[in-house]
């Protein structure tokens, strides 16, 4: 990735940013502004940005359970123009390293079956699959769900 997009938390400054990426990256199933709004105040979510000096190039939702070890990636989105330069692959670790200090050891998540690149995406760090959820997306579309095992990493670098 390069060295002049950074990885941040996002802050209610973001929310329009936030949304209208939304808006461009899906289809259907759209966090609405007032779930933006509830996860960017919320203790239990965390929401990283990253950016450039253009603005908000992806971001990345993870949601945490009181009481339980399994975080679970709820949205992550690159804009078109920005993809296939490791923004997604820098927010997953981001997002991985955020859980990890929270005390969590899984990441879960649900990705639509016919989602090849985001599969991809999540094979090559290292999620597998372990189970199926039909019709889990508002258009009908069936999910896969997908685990990592957070491992403690070897790298000193800090949590955004
Ligand atoms: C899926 C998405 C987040 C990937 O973002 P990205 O920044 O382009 O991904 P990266 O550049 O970090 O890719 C990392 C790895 O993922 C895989 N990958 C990502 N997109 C891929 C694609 N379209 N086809 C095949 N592999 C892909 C590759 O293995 C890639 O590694 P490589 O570049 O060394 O080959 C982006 O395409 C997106 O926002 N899509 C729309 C929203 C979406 O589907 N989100 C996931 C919902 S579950």
Redesign the pocket.
């Given at each position: 990735m390069s060295p002049t997009i950074r990885i941040r938390h996002a802050t209610l400054a973001d929310l329009p940013a936030l949304v209208a990426l939304e808006r461009r990256?899906?289809t259907t199933d759209h966090l609405s502004p007032r779930q933006y709004r509830h996860h960017l105040t919320n203790p239990r979510a965390l929401v990283l940005a990253a950016v450039d000096t253009s603005g908000l190039l992806?971001k990345a939702v993870v949601l945490f359970r009181k009481g339980s070890s399994v975080a679970r990636l709820y949205?992550?989105?690159?804009?078109d123009a920005?993809?296939?330069?490791?923004?997604?692959?820098?927010l997953l670790r981001a997002v991985e390293r955020g859980a990890r200090t929270r005390g969590c050891t899984r990441m879960r998540?649900?990705?639509?079956q016919k989602?090849?690149?985001?599969i991809?995406?999540y094979e090559?760090l290292g999620y597998r699959r372990f189970g199926a959820c039909a019709r889990f997306y508002e258009d009908g579309a069936d999910a896969w769900r997908y685990e990592k095992i957070l491992r403690v990493e070897k790298s000193t670098k800090s949590s955004p």
């Open positions: 990256a899906f992806g949205s992550i989105a690159v804009d920005a993809r296939g330069r490791g923004i997604a692959k820098a998540l649900e990705v639509a989602n090849i690149g985001a991809a995406l090559k």
